[in-house]
């Protein structure tokens, strides 16, 4: 059984920086793309990043581009995004996920259960 467990989000000020991290389990993480988006209230879930199974292929979405980065180790079966230079407007319930497609599309297999970031402003 696939599973895919976020952590790190929280309440912070405009300025701070987070560091979200997903473990995945259950799947040969190496081999799969792996997905950042994002969904706020009363909003569109968003595409956040997305990085490449063996971390060379990275792309990040304009709206955090210079802020925000995604990172992997396939050591640890861990996908990472570190968030600098937080906003109001990136408060939103943040997700994982995994993909057999490098995409910046909805379109992946599976997904975490997300986590809270809130950015006051």
């Known amino acids: 059984q696939v599973q895919l467990v976020e952590s790190g989000g929280g309440l912070v000020q405009a300025g701070a920086s987070l560091r979200l991290s997903c473990v995945a389990s259950?799947?040969?993480?190496?081999?799969?793309?792996m997905g950042w988006f994002r969904q706020a209230p009363g909003k569109e879930r968003e595409f956040v990043a997305t990085?490449?199974?063996?971390?060379?292929?990275?792309f990040h979405a304009s709206s955090v581009k210079g802020r925000f980065t995604i990172s992997r180790d396939n050591a640890k079966n861990t996908v990472y995004l570190q968030m600098n230079s937080l906003k109001s407007d990136d408060t939103a319930v943040y997700y994982c996920a995994a993909g057999s497609r490098y995409s910046t599309r909805s379109d992946y297999d599976y997904w975490g259960q997300g986590t809270q970031v809130t950015v006051s402003s």
């Open positions: 990085i490449g199974g063996i971390g060379i292929s990275i």
């Open positions: 259950g799947l040969t993480f190496s081999r799969y793309v």
